[in-house]
């Protein structure tokens, strides 16, 4: 389940994973930085298809419907930038940190 | 009564508003930075529908509408254009939404990028792909104009269920139920870009009109010749002479004076700027045969163009003309083409326009 930090006790906390949001996309949870989901997906493709099971639109914004992280979107996985590793495989343990963000495109 | 244009930019969308065609209110943007490639006004409705197919640059394309005139947007949680998973694609860009008919009051089309048409029986709530034409034989050799390869035309015919579409490149098609079967009818339609000028398909038409005769009527503007049809598409015809070229993107026709359309003629394929810089827009009175250059209230020393979908008519007696340049100038002409007034200016490159007489 997805929770704001803080919210429903077990939801978050030292077994749950965090997903950080950049400003465009929080309109589409109700204005949150952040959301937890516990218990910790295995892999970012799974915490994805949890998120999406709450927030399609969200989840719409990140990949497309073949799957694919949208081009100019960007994963990490605590520092690290999934595309340089094992993309939507990359696996996630409780307490990561998570960010969804814009890369540096636009016009 | 009240005139409102819709006008989709590369980085929102803005609404105008008029009593008299001659004195506009701006709102907006909504959509702030996104593009909005496509609009749509659907007046089958009370209140009328805006519908957009919106495009941001991070995350994606989808279809929005409101029934507020903007106040409020609605998108299906789940998109209203999703590409089915044995397709193994993903829509790019909506090039077009078009209300059908009265007669069809739900019917929604849209043509999008990659190359596909997709219906809505829920006035543009969600979509369905046309497997009919995305399954077609000739798609692996449909390529992409400079802008994407995509559906941009759809015309529904007005009493029965055929369709007809065109699309860059491969140019047009018809299907007599709007489903299955799409035949090719470029017949007469130059594609001057391959050994054979004149193939089966593969045409790169930028924009199909129907005239206010009927259905059957119709013009084209081409990448490089202006044609009329008679027949629903079966033949064209060259009606380029008297206009100072061939090549342009859009193409407009009155909705109630048979033989009356508007084409603007760029210089050339390789310099798509208005000839010497006169913005301009040619009118026929009689389906094509002579041209008349429309010039007041349109400026000079102008080396920008109006793109295929940024261009349209109203419904009302004397026909509303409006178009949109890629330097964000509005025109609007109350009178046919006549006279223009400039509705607005310096807003982002005007990719589409659509105007409606609300009540």
Known sequence: ?107 | MTFLLSIGTRKGLFLARSDDRVSWTIEGPHFLAQEIASVAIDTRRSPARLLVGVQNMHFGPTVAWSDDLGATWTEPEHGAITFPDDTEAALARVWQLHPDTPERPDVVWAGCEPTSLWRSDDGGDTFELVRGLWDHPHRKDWAPGFGGAAVHTVLPHPSTDEVLVAMSTGGVYSSPDGATDWAPRNKGISAYFFPDPYPEFGQCVHKVVADAAGPDTLYAQNHGGVYRSDDRGLQWTSIADGLPSDFGFIALASPHTPGTAWVMPLEADAARVPPGGHLRLYRTRDGGRTWQENSSGLPDGVWTVALRDAACVDTAESTGVYFGTRDGTVFASADEGETFVTVAEHLPDVLSVRAALLP
């Open chain 1, 1 to 107: 389940m997805t929770e704001p930090p803080g919210g429903s006790p077990g939801a978050s906390g030292p077994g749950a994973v965090v997903v950080r949001l950049p400003g465009p996309l929080r309109d589409l949870v109700g204005g949150r930085r952040e959301l937890s989901v516990s218990p910790a997906p295995a892999t970012v493709d799974a915490l994805l298809d949890t998120l999406s099971v709450e927030h399609p639109v969200l989840v719409r914004r990140i990949r497309d419907e073949t799957g694919t992280v949208r081009q100019f979107v960007n994963i990490y996985v605590g520092d690290d930038d999934i595309r340089h590793g094992e993309g939507l495989a990359t696996p996630l343990a409780p307490g990561t940190v998570v960010h969804f963000l814009p890369s540096v495109a636009g016009g």
